[in-house]
């Protein structure tokens, strides 16, 4: 049994969270940053200490509260991270895709952000037992470096957090803002290709990987499949290994309540 788990389904907001009215945002961001913000195209560019000032007292009652609350953010803000980690002991934290490495430097053009900083830092996070990272096939847009690889991301996210604290994900439902269409599960054409050349779709998603093709294509079933191979490299290739990534850790963290399949009461008609 696979649960899968996207961004934003379970968690909260840190822009929410701070300014619950759009305009009070940007009014607020105006006001406190000197107009730096009018220079941007949009509130990202504020800093995660910058939101996490104004929302302690929010992330302490989500603390309280025994709520999980998922990290959308980017390798830039994994040492702000740790100090949410620190700060908020018995806060549970989810990383979501392994803090978008490659994402992150091929959209916003961060040409100084290196691949052993970003390593560095997860492995930095990972020291804090309350967080948890969630392994996904929508680590981003592979470049042509092969140090940007996201089977070697993965790898490294599973090597640090271990079996007991990787949690997969999929992209599913936000990939269908960007291809409406996606259902998230392997197409028939996929399908059908992979049955005349004899290779499951897992193994065509490793092959993309390694040639730099763009993970935004890679279907749910592809990307379990390359996050399977990915915890083989690191060591955690057991099949108790596979059921705390695939389904136990998520039900673990979101209090998550799986019915055997089969098992739902019927409906009358």
């Known amino acids: 049994m696979i649960c899968t788990l996207s961004p934003n389904q379970i968690g909260f907001s840190l822009r929410k969270l701070a300014f619950p009215n759009r305009s009070t945002e940007e009014s607020s961001i105006q006001r406190d940053t000197g107009g730096s913000y009018r220079k941007a195209q949009s509130a990202q560019v504020i800093t995660f200490m910058y939101y996490l000032s104004l929302i302690d007292d929010n992330i302490s009652a989500i603390e309280h509260l025994s709520l999980p609350f998922d990290l959308a953010i980017g390798p830039h803000q994994l040492r702000h991270a740790c100090h949410l980690a620190y700060r908020h002991p018995r806060l549970k934290l989810v990383l979501n895709h392994c803090g978008l490495p490659v994402y992150y430097t091929a959209a916003h053009g961060v040409n100084n952000l290196a691949f052993s900083s970003w390593r560095q830092d997860l492995e930095f996070l990972s020291r804090y037992p309350n967080v948890s990272c969630k392994v996904t096939g929508a680590t981003g847009m592979a470049t042509n470096s092969n140090d940007w690889c996201a089977l070697s991301s993965l790898s490294h996210a599973v090597s640090c957090f271990g079996s007991d604290r990787c949690i997969f994900g999929s992209g599913w439902p936000l990939c269908r803002l960007i291809e409406p269409t996606q259902t998230g599960w392997a197409d028939q054409a996929i399908m059908a290709k ?58 673990s963290i979101y209090s998550l309540t799986i019915r055997p399949y089969g098992s739902c009461p019927k409906t009358l008609r």
């Open 194 to 251: 992979s049955l005349d050349t004899g290779e499951v779709p897992g193994e065509i998603a490793v092959k993309r990987a390694r040639r730099g093709v763009p993970l935004s294509v890679l279907n749910m079933w592809e990307s379990a499949r390359l996050v399977e191979y990915a915890m083989g490299d690191a060591g955690y290739g057991s099949i108790e290994d596979k059921n705390k990534v695939f389904s136990l850790n998520a039900q």
